[in-house]
C-alpha cells in the first residue's frame, strides 16, 4: 500500500499546476484525503483536506487559488493549483486517512515557483 504523488514541476508566477495522488494496494476505504506542503527550513503544514463525502478546508494561503479534489472511485485526490507565487515553493506531500492503516503518506513532489 502506497501513495504516490505526481505533478509537481518548476512554473513561472502566475503559472498553473495539477497535483495528482493515486493509492495503490489493498487500502480499503479511505476517510479525508489531504495536501500539506513543507518549504525548507520550515515545519510541514496543511494546504488544503477533502472529507470522503467532497466537504473540503483550505489554509488561508490557497483559498481562491487551490482547489481539491477527489475521485473515490480511484483512490485519488487532486490539487489544482492556479496564479501560483515563488512563496508557493515547496515539497508537496499528499495524505490519506486509510480505515485499514491510519494515516498514510506519500513521498512528496516538488513544485517550484519563479518569480
Known amino acids: 500500500v502506497q501513495l504516490q504523488a505526481s505533478g509537481g514541476g518548476l512554473v513561472q508566477a502566475g503559472d498553473t499546476l495539477r497535483l495528482s495522488c493515486a493509492a495503490s494496494?489493498?487500502?480499503?476505504?479511505?476517510?479525508?484525503m489531504a495536501w500539506y506542503r513543507q518549504a525548507p527550513g520550515t515545519q510541514r503544514e496543511l494546504v488544503a483536506s477533502?472529507?470522503?463525502?467532497?466537504?473540503?478546508n483550505y489554509a488561508e494561503s490557497g483559498k481562491g487559488r487551490f482547489t481539491i479534489t477527489r475521485d473515490n472511485a480511484k483512490n485519488t485526490v487532486y490539487l489544482q493549483m492556479d496564479s501560483l507565487k515563488p512563496e508557493d515553493t515547496a515539497v508537496y506531500y499528499c495524505?490519506?486517512?486509510?480505515?485499514?492503516?491510519?494515516?498514510?503518506w506519500g513521498k512528496g513532489t516538488l513544485v517550484t515557483v519563479s518569480s
Open positions: 495524505n490519506a486517512n486509510s480505515i485499514r492503516y491510519g494515516p498514510l
Open positions: 477533502i472529507t470522503r463525502g467532497g466537504s473540503t
Open positions: 494496494g489493498s487500502i480499503g476505504v479511505i476517510l479525508a
